[in-house]
């Protein structure tokens, strides 16, 4: 967030925030992953949807 110009003060907010929730990095503190997912690459493809209507996807191919 500093690198995009933002205020300490919104640094200092989200900080303490992510920390209060467990969500901040730290390397001591190991990230715990409970699912595993497999993508098959060869079947993904450029599309685009909209917000009201997502299941109307168009692939860009």
Do not use: I
Request: a negative charge.
């Amino acid at each position: 967030m500093r690198l995009t110009g933002r205020d300490e003060d919104a640094l200092a907010l989200v900080e303490a925030y992510a920390r209060e929730q467990g969500m901040w990095f730290t390397p001591e503190n190991e990230p715990v992953f409970s699912d595993r997912l497999e993508l098959d690459m060869s079947k993904v493809v450029p599309s685009l949807a909209g917000p009201k209507r997502p299941q109307d996807r168009v692939a860009l191919l």
